[in-house]
């Protein structure tokens, strides 16, 4: 373990204590304006559709207003940024990403350490990838995937949204985990990907289940499997890829920070609240229309998990040699 994680799980662990009376009356008070929730990612996108199913039920529970603050850029670090830089008081909050764990590795010149600077409150959602192919590729199983792949090694083209996201390195970690070699194409959103992968100028992309659906519908892309561990709820009839590679798994998912300092009693008001919302049948039903899955936890428990998958998407990003764009 590294030092930095080290020093992450300890402060998570302890939540670093308030100093002096005027941190314990605040929190105490809490909230007496309205709380910021800040997502590195434009209106619309995934992470804003999530935040903004939660915003109204905290924003009830809260008897706040609770606002989405869009800040897209830098692989959403710009907005990691401005909550690192924030006053440690619980009215910002950070929409924490799959790509914020990433970043800890893929960006080597950040000016803040997500480990470091940001505290766990509570996880949101967790949702598998699903590993979709072209038509014309004959292949229906992972298995059978693998052995064309390799009898024709290099001819194998993976789509992504973009150099260093979840969606790129659960395809860098296939290869790693299976001697499968591909060659990545990035693409700029994920529309104009799955148009080629349709079309077949691409052959495989580990994809966002919502936006995979329609097209796996409709017979105009292949689902071979789910990334997650078990089976989704949404195509319980796909296998996962751990079925045919026994260990691999990779996953979206989308939580709550602050910044690091701010009061314990703070945090678990937020982090109540918050599995509260994903307890809630109306919530449940929300995500599950846009394919996300409840993922409650403690912010002792959400810290270790962004911890682990630090250390995991950094040995793939450190073997495959992947920089920023």
């Not at 979709?132 to 001819?155: E, H, L, N, R, W």
Request: net charge neutral.
């Amino acid at each position: 373990m590294n030092l930095s994680r080290r020093r992450f799980l300890h402060l998570i662990a302890g939540a670093a204590a308030p100093s002096g009376v005027s941190r314990v009356a605040s929190a105490q008070t809490y909230p007496s304006r309205p709380v910021r929730i800040t997502v590195g990612y434009p209106a619309g996108s995934g992470a804003d559709i999530i935040a903004r199913i939660i915003g109204p039920w905290l924003s009830e529970r809260l008897g706040q207003p609770v606002i989405i603050d869009n800040r897209p850029g830098a692989g959403s670090n710009i907005a990691a940024q401005a909550v690192v830089n924030s006053p440690p008081d619980g009215y910002t909050l950070l929409w924490i990403t799959a790509a914020n764990a990433s970043n800890v590795t893929l960006y080597e010149t950040l000016r803040f350490n997500l480990l470091r600077d940001i505290a766990p409150v509570a996880g949101i959602e967790r949702s598998p990838l699903v590993m979709v192919v072209s038509p014309s590729v004959p292949t229906s199983t992972v298995s059978k995937f693998i052995a064309y792949a390799k009898a024709d090694p290099g001819k194998i083209n993976l789509a992504s949204v973009g150099v260093g996201g979840v969606i790129h390195l659960a395809g860098e970690l296939f290869q790693a985990m299976t001697g499968v070699r591909m060659l990545h194409v990035p693409y700029r959103g994920s529309p104009p990907a799955l148009t080629d992968l349709i079309g077949g100028d691409v052959q495989v992309m580990f994809n966002v289940l919502a936006t995979s659906l329609p097209h796996i519908q409709s017979g105009a892309l292949r689902a071979l499997a789910v990334t997650t561990i078990t089976r989704s709820d949404v195509l319980p009839e796909l296998p996962t890829v751990g079925d045919s590679i026994p260990g691999y798994e990779a996953s979206i998912w989308q939580g709550v920070g602050v910044p690091m300092g701010t009061p314990p009693e703070i945090i678990e008001r937020l982090n109540c609240e918050i599995n509260a919302g994903l307890a809630n049948p109306s919530i449940k039903a929300q995500f599950a229309a846009v394919g996300a899955t409840a993922f409650p936890n403690s912010p002792a428990d959400f810290g270790k998990f962004i911890a682990d998958e630090t250390d995991k998407w950094a040995k793939v990003i450190r073997a495959a040699n992947i920089k920023a764009e």
